[in-house]
């Protein structure tokens, strides 16, 4: 019992100590709390935010790539920009309407190794908003940077529309984007034209569109990529520069920055908007203070020699920079001429044109055919009637009459012809220069009220120009039973001039004045054939062979009619070279004059110049539109019969290679 009582004793001993030891250590404890310093918790505190966000940007920043089967999806008004430090593309954003009206933008970004041919995607999670008519320029410093400013992005069904005033840079090295925040910056647009000049990228006009009226801008930008920085350029009242306007060419040169073309809208009180399409051409000149290394900016106008080679006045056109020969290179575009308040006819082009940078000289870039050895230089003969039949036909009738129907048909397409390799006519194309390579990719085509998006892919070797390689065929299924005219019809590839570059307007009016008389002489002719065929109409059975000519010409009549109204079966040359119905011999010579001047030429003509060569290309045009004259008085009398009168036959003469729109596309912005 003494034993037990002992024990608790000890035991209530040593609980009491281990009480007193564990109020020791509370109060040490406290009275540390109390001493230690809040700053010493903060860098605890901090180390952990940083790993945070650490771990969150490095997050942001995973750039995912893979490889992709081809080029980009269908897409219009994204940016194909040429790699500064190396042999790639790169394509970014763009947009794509569907045919039930819903909108898609883009923001992936695609990189093209021609030396592989491989397409790469990359995805960040960091990166500019899904947008279109954008603008991106590449500069070389760190390896390679792409800067991108602004576009415009809408909602699925566009019942909200936005435009971006972002700046946003791409390394190229490590794939990621970073935004670049300023205080000052241009205002939100899309349509505008950015170039690279020394570290300088200098940013002009484009246009804002708030839903009611488009805004066009010729204002003037500058940002500093060392400093990382905007600056709008000022400009007095009295200096001159150039209009608003979007979708013009803007081209680095020694002197500074060149500017062609462009459009824009008049709005007119009381009347309906009207697209101008521009063709003039500026430099800004840039000079750098010798001292402090200042630049300082003014407009000048350039005087564009007369020449031949100057494209026609059209949109959708922005050249591309040929670094190595100090050229810009154009592809394409469309011309739209109003035809009344209803409409507007609208010409689409597939010509190659080279704009020297310096010396503001115009170049008509045409394919070379290959040379053969040991073949001379006759040329084959087109037939004056196109090709309609069905292959057996000429076959069929050999049997039943023992001749040959050569008159109903046509030669077979010269394989060498490089024309044969050219896409097809469009807009908007997205084209770079990479070396001496030119790539183009998709565009935007019109069949009727109708807009088609295209995806192929070509590339022409620029130094060469033999022909078009295409690595990547069209997708998009045209409907050719929309009344329109194909690309093609408008195609001017064939287009040359004289060499010299000497032709002046004097020339040009003498040669339409000439054209005129020799036109108004034919037609005099025809009327004088018409009157004399009329007052030998008497019945006889000697004359049965010439009824029966006279119902073989009027099915030839027909069947040339229905082949001019089919344009998308027929070769850009053929429909360039064929009278059109209604068409008088002026209209015809006018908008074939440079395929005919390049048959002169090619034809032993190679000495002649200017005036001359457009002469003999006129009296080419002169002989093979009198083959078909015959055929065109019995389609005017055909249309006649159906009730049209003689001004409404012209305007199925211009119909031709134009394709009607009842409003103005979108993409004319």
């Known amino acids: 019992m003494a034993k037990k009582s002992g024990t608790n004793k000890a035991t209530a001993k040593a609980a009491k100590k281990e009480r007193a030891a564990q109020k020791t250590a509370r109060k040490e404890k406290k009275k540390a709390s109390k001493t230690s310093k809040p700053e010493d918790q903060d860098d605890e505190d901090l180390e952990s935010i940083l790993d945070k966000i650490r771990r969150e940007w490095e997050e942001a920043h995973t750039v995912t790539e893979e490889v992709v089967e081809g080029p980009p999806s269908k897409r219009a008004n994204a940016t194909l920009t040429a790699c500064p430090n190396g042999n790639h593309l790169w394509s970014i954003g763009g947009e794509f309407f569907s045919e039930d009206g819903k909108a898609y933008f883009y923001n992936d970004v695609f990189r093209y190794s021609p030396e592989k041919n491989e397409w790469r995607k990359f995805i960040s999670p960091t990166c500019p908003g899904p947008r279109s008519a954008h603008s991106v320029v590449a500069s070389p410093v760190g390896g390679g940077k792409l800067f991108l400013f602004g576009g415009e992005f809408s909602s699925l069904y566009q019942n909200s529309f936005h435009h971006y005033r972002d700046l946003w840079v791409f390394d ?57 920085k905007w600056k709008q350029i000022d400009f007095k009242e009295s200096d001159r520069k150039p209009s608003p306007r979007s979708g013009f060419s803007f081209l680095p040169n020694s002197e500074g920055i060149v500017l062609y073309g462009g459009y824009c809208k008049e709005y007119v009180k009381g009347k309906r908007p009207v ?3 521009l063709d003039d051409t500026w430099l800004l000149r840039i000079t750098l203070d010798p001292a402090t290394a200042i630049p300082t900016f003014r407009w000048e106008k350039r005087r564009v020699p007369s020449s031949a080679h100057v494209p026609s006045p059209r949109a959708g056109a922005t050249m591309a920079l040929w670094n190595t020969r100090g050229m810009g290179v154009m592809f394409g575009g469309v011309t739209d001429v109003e035809r009344d308040e209803e409409g507007m006819e609208s010409m689409f082009w597939a010509d190659l044109c080279g704009y020297n940078l310096e010396n503001s000289k115009w170049t008509s870039m045409n394919l070379r055919r290959p040379k053969k050895a040991g073949t001379g230089k006759k040329k084959q003969v087109r037939s004056a009637i196109p090709d309609t039949t069905d292959p057996g036909d000429s076959e069929n009738e050999e049997d039943k009459t023992g001749t040959s129907q050569t008159k109903t048909t046509c030669p077979k397409q010269d394989v060498d012809d490089p024309n044969l390799t050219k896409p097809t006519a469009r807009y908007n194309a997205m084209l770079a220069v990479l070396r001496n390579t030119l790539y183009i990719y998709g565009g935007i085509l019109e069949r009727g009220s109708r807009e088609y998006t295209l995806d192929d892919f070509y590339t022409l070797q620029l130094d060469k120009l033999d022909k078009y390689s295409c690595l990547r065929s069209m997708s998009t299924v045209i409907h050719e039973d929309v009344e329109s005219s194909s690309g093609d019809e408008s195609d001017s590839d064939t287009d040359t001039h004289d060499e010299d570059g000497s ?11 000439d054209m005129k008389y020799r036109g108004a002489k034919a037609k005099k002719s025809q009327r004088q054939e018409i009157e004399i065929g009329e007052e030998s109409k008497a019945p006889s059975s000697e004359e049965e062979p010439v009824v029966a000519a006279v119902a073989d010409l009027r099915t030839q009549a027909s069947a040339f009619m229905s082949a001019s109204a089919q344009n998308a079966g027929r070769s850009a040359e053929d429909i360039l070279s064929t009278p059109a119905p209604g068409e008088t011999l002026a209209m ?39 083959e078909y004259k015959p055929i065109l008085e019995e389609v005017e009398k055909i249309l006649a019969e159906a009730g049209l009168d003689e001004k409404e036959m012209r305007e199925v003469g211009r119909d031709t290679g134009a394709g009607p729109s009842d409003g103005q596309s979108r993409n004319r912005r």
């Open 172 to 228: 190229i090295p490590t794939h990621s984007w970073e935004r670049i925040e300023t205080k000052i910056r241009p205002s939100a647009r899309s349509g505008h034209r950015m170039a690279m000049w020394k570290h300088y990228i200098v940013l002009f006009g484009g246009f804002y569109d708030p839903g009611y009226r488009t805004q066009y801008l010729n204002d003037t930008w500058l940002f500093d990529t060392q400093e990382y």
């Open 275 to 277: 697209g101008v399409i």
């Open 588 to 626: 015809f010579y006018a908008r074939s004059r440079e395929y005919w001047a390049q048959k002169a030429h090619s034809q032993g003509a190679m000495d002649s110049r200017g005036k001359q060569l457009r002469r003999d290309g006129f009296g080419l045009a002169e002989e093979h539109y009198a």
């Open 503 to 513: 032709d002046t307007d004097e020339d040009y009016d003498e040669t339409t004045s």
